[in-house]
């Protein structure tokens, strides 16, 4: 089954504890990106990944960092997580940047 | 700033009313329009897309859009709605001047239909 797979679907964490998401997709796409859901503002982006190796920020990549060394996976890092990160999570993937996106089951990430 | 808008942030409906949700978007040259639909407690799903062509475009569900280039916009429509419709619309852009390879979402419109 083609899917996006996210882990962990929920995390509670404090002030400064890194911690990393992991998406991992099975479709051979080749665009992949991370989005942050809160509340009246719909989806913005945080990171994107063209290929392998090749990351570029979306409009929200501060206090995050991403890496993309395999195909399938593209794992978001909070280095030092604040409150102001407590959000809902997607990764998404597609064929390239102009098809559709086939989104992961989000990860709801509290930091206090 | 060049921006996506959904214009109802919140819509209640009656099971068997018609929906329209609007969208607009500011972007010029070339676009790809997307609805996507986020059932409660969800991921989000694609309804239904425009790349080019007829502009009329028909998605799952029962849901159809609109692409009107000299108005910018892609409005959602659905005949006569179900309970079942209950969710979270996004409409998303993009293409070669929505800054590099982004996809741009909208805020979304949140719609309960009353049974």
């Known amino acids: 089954e083609a899917q996006v797979t996210q882990n962990p679907r929920y995390l509670i964490t404090v002030t400064g504890k890194k911690l990393t998401v992991t998406c991992s997709q099975n479709?051979?796409?080749?665009?992949m990106s991370w989005y942050r859901q809160d509340p009246g503002l719909g989806l913005r982006q945080i990171y994107y990944?063209?290929?392998?190796?090749?990351?570029d920020k979306g409009d929200v990549p501060e206090g995050y960092k991403v890496s993309r060394k395999e195909k399938r996976n593209f794992p978001l890092i909070l280095e030092s997580p604040s409150p102001n990160q407590t959000s809902l999570y997607f990764c998404?993937?597609?064929?390239?940047?102009?098809?559709?996106?086939?989104f992961g089951q989000g990860t709801r990430l509290t930091v206090v | 700033a060049q921006s996506v808008s959904q214009h109802n942030h919140h819509v209640i409906l009656s099971e068997a009313a018609s929906l329209e949700l609007g969208c607009n978007y500011s972007?010029?040259?070339?676009?790809?329009l997307f609805w996507y639909v986020q059932y409660p407690g969800q991921h989000l799903q694609l309804l239904l897309k425009?790349?080019?062509?007829?502009?009329l475009v028909k998605g799952i569900k029962g849901f159809e859009a609109e692409f009107i280039k000299s108005k910018f916009s892609f409005n959602l429509r659905k005949p006569s709605v179900q309970w079942s419709d209950t969710a979270e619309y996004f409409c998303?852009?993009?293409?070669?001047?929505?800054?590099?390879?982004?996809?741009?979402f909208g805020a979304g419109t949140r719609l309960f239909v009353k049974a």
């Open positions: 998404a993937s597609s064929h390239d940047s102009n098809t559709e996106a086939f």
């Open positions: 425009y790349f080019s062509g007829d502009p």
């Open positions: 479709m051979n796409h080749e665009y």
């Open positions: 990944s063209m290929n392998v190796e090749v990351t």
């Open positions: 972007y010029g040259g070339t676009v790809n």
């Open positions: 998303a852009v993009n293409g070669p001047n929505t800054g590099g390879f982004k996809t741009i």
